[in-house]
C-alpha cells in the first residue's frame, strides 16, 4: 500500500494537510476568505508531489479525483451554494492524502470524500445550532413550529433507539436527524431572519451570494444579475439598482463557513476513518 511503502512521505502528507487546512480554517473563520496564493500553492505542490513521489499507475487517481471534485465544485460555486474556496481546499486534499495514512476502512471512495462527509455532517449540526441560537436571539420561534421541533427531535431519538445499531449508529442517526428535522421546519424562518439581510453596495463583498428569490424574476432576467457576485456580476448588479432606484438588496450574509468544518472533518477522518463506516460499523 502506499503509506506502507512511503512512510516519510505519509508523514509529509498529513503535516502539509493538515498544516495548510489549519491556517485557511482560520482565515475562513474570521475574514470568510481563503488566500488563493495558499490554494494555488497547495494545489501544484500536491500534483508535483504525486508526480516526483508515485509510480505512474498510481499518481492518476488523486489527479482524477481533485479534476472532479474541482469540475463539479465550479458548479456548486456558481449557483451559490459552495465557496470557491473551499473547492480548491478539497482539491488540494485529494492530491495531498490520496488514501488514509492511519485508519483503513472497507470504503471504495477517495479519503477526501470521508473528510468532506464528515465536514458536512458536522457542518450540519454546527450550522443548525448557530441558526436556532441565532432565531432564539430575535425572537422568531413560533410556538407551533417548536411543539413541531420536539416532536420531530423525540421521533428522531427514539428511531434511534429501536434501530439495531450499536451506540456510534445511534449517535450518527441523531447527528443526521435532529438538524434535518430542524431545517425541514425552520427552513423559511432560518433563511427569513437569520440567513438573508438587506445590504447596499458598500457593504457588498467579492463573492456574495445574492437572494434571487426574493427579488422580481423578470428583473433578474431582464438585468442578467448572478447568484455569486463575481466583478462582472456586480457591475450588472449596479446597473440594476440605479435603474430600480435600489439602496439595498437581499444578500446570503450569514452563511456557515465551511473551512472550519473541513478542518475539523480532516482530523476526524484522519484518526478515525471514514466517519459513515465507523458510526455504522460501531
Known sequence: MLFDALPFDAW???????????????????????????????????????????????????????ALIGIVGYFSYRAGQFGGGDVLLLSGLALWLP??????????????????LAAS???????????ADLLRQRGKFPGKKAALFLT???????????????????????????????????RQDVVDYAVVAPQTLGQLLDEDVLALEKLDKKDVTRFGLERVLTIPAMGKLKNFMSAKKRKTVPVYRHLPRFGPYLLAGLLFSLAFGDLVWALVAG
Request: hydrophobic share 65%; proline share 7%.
Open 12 to 66: 509529509i502528507r498529513v503535516f502539509v494537510a493538515v498544516l495548510v487546512t489549519a491556517v485557511l480554517a482560520w482565515q475562513d473563520h474570521k475574514t470568510s476568505f481563503m488566500d488563493e496564493r495558499v490554494l494555488y500553492a497547495f494545489l501544484a505542490t500536491g500534483l508535483l508531489w504525486n508526480v516526483f513521489f508515485l509510480p505512474f499507475s498510481q499518481m492518476w487517481p488523486p489527479v482524477l479525483a481533485a
Open 99 to 116: 488514501v488514509s495514512p492511519f485508519v483503513r476502512t472497507p470504503v471504495f471512495w477517495p479519503f477526501v470524500l470521508s473528510v468532506f
Open 121 to 131: 455532517l458536522l457542518a450540519s449540526a454546527g450550522s443548525a445550532l448557530w441558526y
Open 152 to 186: 420531530g427531535f423525540a421521533a428522531v431519538v427514539a428511531l434511534s433507539l429501536l434501530l439495531p445499531f450499536g451506540m456510534s449508529g445511534q449517535a450518527f442517526i441523531m447527528l443526521f436527524g435532529i438538524p434535518a428535522a430542524f431545517y425541514l421546519i425552520y
